[in-house]
Nanobody, 115 residues
Framework: QVQLVESGGGLVQPGGSLRLSCAAS????????MSWYRQAPGKERELVAFITSGGGTITYGDFVKGRFTISRDNAKNTMYLQMNSLKPEDTAVYYCKAVGPYAYWGQGTQVTVSS
C-alpha cells in the first residue's frame, strides 16, 4: 500500500522556520522524483519545489526566492522541506507528491504563519 505521510506543520510567527517531512512507503522511493505543493484557501494548488530521484536537479517556485530548501534521503525514504523567513502568505496546506510511472499524493500538513 502506497503511503506518503507529511509531518512538521504547525503555527509559526512571521520570520520563523519550519521543517516539513514526507515519509514514503509502498513504492520504490529512490526511483521517483518528489515534489512539495501547497494550497491556500480559495487558491489553486501550486508547486513549491521539486527534486529528481537522485537529488541532482532541484527547482523552486518563483515565490520561494531562496527561503526554502528541498532535500531527500533515499536511505530513509523521506523528503524534507526546510522553510525559513516564513511569511503570512506562506500559510497553506503543504502536500508531497511522488512523480514517476504513477503519481501519489500525501494527505497534507497545515502551515500557518501568523503573529
Amino acid at each position: 500500500q502506497v503511503q506518503l505521510v507529511e509531518s512538521g506543520g504547525g503555527l509559526v510567527q512571521p520570520g520563523g522556520s519550519l521543517r516539513l517531512s514526507c515519509a514514503a512507503s509502498g513504492f520504490t522511493f529512490s526511483s521517483y522524483g518528489m515534489s512539495w505543493y501547497r494550497q491556500a484557501p480559495g487558491k489553486e494548488r501550486e508547486l513549491v519545489a521539486f527534486i529528481t530521484s537522485g537529488g541532482g536537479t532541484i527547482t523552486y517556485g518563483d515565490f520561494v526566492k531562496g527561503r526554502f530548501t528541498i532535500s531527500r534521503d533515499n536511505a530513509k525514504n523521506t523528503m524534507y522541506l526546510q522553510m525559513n523567513s516564513l511569511k503570512p502568505e506562506d500559510t497553506a496546506v503543504y502536500y508531497c507528491k511522488a512523480v514517476g510511472p504513477y503519481a501519489y499524493w500525501g494527505q497534507g500538513t497545515q502551515v500557518t504563519v501568523s503573529s
